[in-house]
Structures are given as structure tokens and as C-alpha cells.
């Protein structure tokens, strides 16, 4: 070490700059199998990568090894383990005799991670002035069970009202079981947790370290789920968090169900927590034959992850690909596919009517920019391009011909559909169809289209900008 000191000491700045770099370029040289096997299958993500580590050696290395590697093959393999145990505790919800999502699902993930169901109320949540109060005065009316997942719980008025609420009913005898992602829901500490844990609450943190051997975030293997289930009669998911900004400034959506989709997101919640604490819950019925029938809404919810096949993702593609007349989309972050830009150019060209709604104030600039370097390809198409001007569009919607809507949680980005656990609901119904095309033309009145004429007015350093963010697309 000594002599190393002194070797240092010895090294002019230009000399000292060389050896760091030429130990950049080794790291860089180190990381590329590590690169290649991680990404085998993904060649666009693989030279992203490769591009990152030999255009910027140090920072490429560090981000590689802090953020790309995404630690996830013992993690994934211990989740599909813990799955099927829990599948075989418990059964998952029945498959209906027949729905009209019979003929695109697929079969082999019926009942573990697809689950198609009959008979379903479903209500549209358009914003957190209907959402909030219904999923509150749901768990008022609890009177043996709520279980809560959510993605990112802040510690704010909201978050601490939701909490006592939470607290009360578990003092009343309700069983109250709370599940928090650890990255999304940094705020919720000891202090937050102590008044449920008093209450007879159960709290668990899914995949509870989210910082790495090198203190970085782990922004992998995350759970983005948003889920609340009363008394296994009354479901809800959506995009909405638990927090001020869902609850009165973004724009997002939920829906509020009633029937035997209630059991299904039931059953994803449960499969969760078991991972999560490892605790089979045995005394809530899963079975969607114990769920009665109280609609007329054939749908199917998805549950996706890192640890399946990517199904949210197909379900989209499918969608996409039979659309005979139109076809809306609503999402915050959009870095699309191959496939699912091909299905959408390809729609268009067929003569689909084909929109994209996505928010001009962003959380995340990067992702916006990278959005913005795909406008060109899809005007060339004749898709239509909106950018809402109004407070953040946080909402995940798809909107179908005159009968197929879906609303989840999952971004149409490579994070949601490949690193992190989703959920989404698919409803065959055309009063919700026609509902979700009234809050779509609310959108469009207050967006403003993107012209092909303006994307070629764009600054150069915008271009630049936006070009080194599509680089990376593959990444986000």
C-alpha cells in the first residue's frame, strides 16, 4: 500500500488521469460478459449497455454494476418458489365456465396469474375526489378484513388519515393486513407503523432492503401494485397511491369492483404477502364461485412481474393487434416495445383510429424525453399524439373499439412490463367503454397535438437531449 501511495504521489494529473481511466476501461472490458449474460435475449438493451460502458467507461461501470444488474435470479427463483407453495395452500380463484376474453387468453396462466371472471359491478374512479372517499368509506364499513397494498405510502395528512382509519377498525376486531413496497414507501417507518402494530394490525414490507451492497437504490424487483380489498367483497386497484398528490393534485383512475374479480385481486394480495412474511392466510375464501354474482361485466385481471412471462405486456399487444376501430392510450412514462410500437404503427396503417395521451408535466424528465424520440414514427403512421397540459397525468388506461377498456397499474415502459410486479384489469363492457371515451375527450381538450411540423422545429440541443435519452430507452 505503501508503495502504491507513493507511485500516486509520484504521477503527474495527466498520468493520474490516464490510470483512472485505463482502470475505467478494464471495469468496462470486466462487465461486458456480465452484460451480455443479463441481457441475453434483449440484444437492444445488451449494446445499450455495451454503448454506455465504452463511451463513458467509469460512469457506465457504476451504473452497471449499482442499477443495470438487477440481482434478480436468486430473488425471482425464491418468488416462484413461494408461489407455487402458496398455489398449493391455497387454490387460486375458479375459471368461469365462459367469458368473452375466452378465445385470448392464455390457458397455462389461468388461475395463477390470469383470471377471468363473470358478473362483475365495476365503477370508474376518474379522479381522487371519487376515488378516495369510496375506498374510505369501504373500510369503514369493514367488518372482518381489509387488506391494503400499495406502491408508495407517503407520510403526509393523507397517508396518516388512511393509517388511523386502518388503526380504528383493527382496534374494532377487523383483521387489518398492510403491505408496502420499501423503495415506493421509504416514508413509512417505525413511528408510522406503531399505532397499527398496537392496533392488532399485521405490516409488511415487500422486498425490505432497498439499498444494495453499494448503497444504491434498488429500483428493480419492485412492487407496484395498488390493491385494496374489504371484507373480500369490494375491491379496488388502479394508479393511484396513497398520498396528497393522488389524492387531490394528479390526474389518475381507479376502479372500484364488486363480484368475483373481488377473489382474484384477493388472491394476488394473499400470493404477495406470503412472500412477503410467509404467512398462508387460510381464513378468506380465494374461490371466485363464493363471490356472487352482482353485474353483467365479463373482465380478466393480470398479474405480471419479473418473476412470469411478461403478461400485462402481451395482454396490451393483443388488445392492440385485434382493435378494429379505434384504439386510446393514457400513460405517464411511454417507452414502448418493438412489439407494441409495431402493433400501434400497424393499426394505424389498417386504418384504426389510434391515439396517445401523455402527460407535458412530468416527474421524470428523462422519460419524457425518451418518450418524445418515438413521436416521429408514430406521426409517420397517422397515430395521434397528445401532450396534456393539465396538472400530472398519472393514469393507465386503454381504451378499445366500442367495448374493451383496461386500468392498472402498469406504465407502457420496459420497468413495468418486465422489473416490476403489476396488475391490470381488462373489462369487456361498453357503458365503461363509453366512460372512459368521455374522460378521454376531457383530455384531449386540454392537450395539445403533436404535428410533425413542430417535432422538426425542435431545437437541436432538444434533439440532442431527447436522442440520448432514447439510447438509454432500453435501460429505463
Known amino acids: 500500500m505503501e508503495v502504491l501511495a507513493r507511485s500516486l504521489d509520484s504521477m503527474t494529473g495527466a498520468e493520474l488521469f490516464t490510470a483512472m481511466f485505463m482502470v475505467a476501461e478494464i471495469l468496462a472490458l470486466c462487465s461486458v460478459p456480465s452484460v451480455l449474460l443479463r441481457r441475453r435475449g434483449r440484444p437492444t438493451a445488451a449494446l445499450a449497455w455495451l454503448l454506455a460502458l465504452f463511451a463513458l467507461p467509469a460512469l457506465g461501470g457504476f451504473l452497471w454494476w449499482a442499477f443495470g444488474r438487477t440481482h434478480l435470479d436468486r430473488k425471482r427463483r425464491r418468488r416462484v418458489r413461494m408461489s407455487l407453495e402458496f398455489n398449493r395452500k391455497k387454490d387460486g380463484p375458479a375459471a368461469p365456465p365462459s367469458t368473452v376474453f375466452d378465445r385470448v387468453v392464455p390457458r397455462r396462466a389461468v388461475g395463477t396469474s390470469i383470471f377471468p371472471t363473470g358478473g362483475n359491478e365495476v365503477v370508474l374512479l376518474i379522479d381522487g375526489a371519487s376515488a378516495y372517499p369510496e375506498m374510505e368509506r369501504a373500510i369503514l364499513e369493514a367488518r372482518e378484513s381489509i387488506n391494503v397494498l400499495f406502491y408508495i405510502w407517503q407520510n403526509d395528512s393523507t397517508g396518516l388519515r388512511l393509517r388511523d382509519m386502518l388503526v380504528e377498525k383493527a382496534k374494532a376486531g377487523v383483521d387489518v393486513r398492510v403491505m408496502v413496497d420499501a423503495f415506493g414507501s421509504d416514508k413509512v417507518d417505525r413511528e408510522f407503523e406503531a399505532p397499527l402494530i398496537e392496533a392488532g394490525a399485521k405490516i409488511a414490507q415487500f422486498f425490505p432492503t432497498p439499498f444494495d451492497a453499494l448503497g444504491a437504490p434498488r ?154 424520440s418515438y413521436y416521429k414514427d408514430l406521426l409517420d403512421a397517422g397515430v395521434q399524439v397528445y401532450e396534456y397540459q393539465g396538472r400530472m397525468l398519472h393514469a393507465k388506461a386503454l381504451l378499445v373499439d366500442d367495448d374493451i377498456t383496461s386500468v392498472g397499474t402498469a406504465n407502457l415502459d420496459t420497468r413495468s412490463f418486465r422489473l416490476s410486479f403489476e396488475v391490470g384489469c381488462f373489462f369487456a363492457s361498453r357503458p365503461l367503454n363509453e366512460q372512459l371515451w368521455q374522460w378521454f375527450q376531457e383530455l384531449k381538450a386540454d392537450s395539445i397535438p403533436v404535428s410533425a411540423r413542430e417535432l422538426e422545429r425542435t431545437p437541436v440541443t432538444r434533439k440532442l437531449l431527447e436522442s440520448m435519452a432514447h439510447l438509454l430507452s432500453p435501460l429505463l
Do not use: C
Open 219 to 372: 429500483f428493480n424487483f419492485r412492487n407496484h401494485r395498488k390493491i385494496l380489498v374489504v371484507d373480500s367483497k369490494v375491491a379496488f386497484t388502479g394508479g393511484m397511491n396513497i398520498g396528497n398528490e393522488y389524492a387531490y393534485d394528479w390526474r389518475d383512475l381507479m376502479v372500484r369492483l364488486r363480484g368475483p374479480a373481488v377473489a382474484s385481486l384477493q388472491y394476488i394480495f394473499l400470493d404477495d404477502w406470503y412472500f412477503a412474511t410467509g404467512e398462508s392466510v387460510d381464513d378468506q375464501p380465494t374461490q371466485s364461485s363464493e363471490a356472487p354474482v352482482v353485474g353483467d361485466t365479463d373482465m380478466v385481471v393480470v398479474a405480471s412481474g419479473p418473476d412470469s412471462e411478461h403478461w400485462i405486456h402481451d395482454a396490451y399487444f393483443t388488445s392492440v393487434s385485434r382493435a378494429e376501430r379505434r384504439i386510446w392510450i393514457a400513460t405517464p412514462y411511454f417507452i414502448p416495445t418493438a412489439a407494441l410500437m409495431t402493433a400501434l404503427r400497424t393499426a394505424a396503417g389498417r386504418g384504426v383510429e389510434v391515439g396517445l395521451v401523455v402527460p407535458e408535466v412530468t416527474d421524470v424528465w428523462l422519460v419524457k424525453w425518451a418518450a418524445r
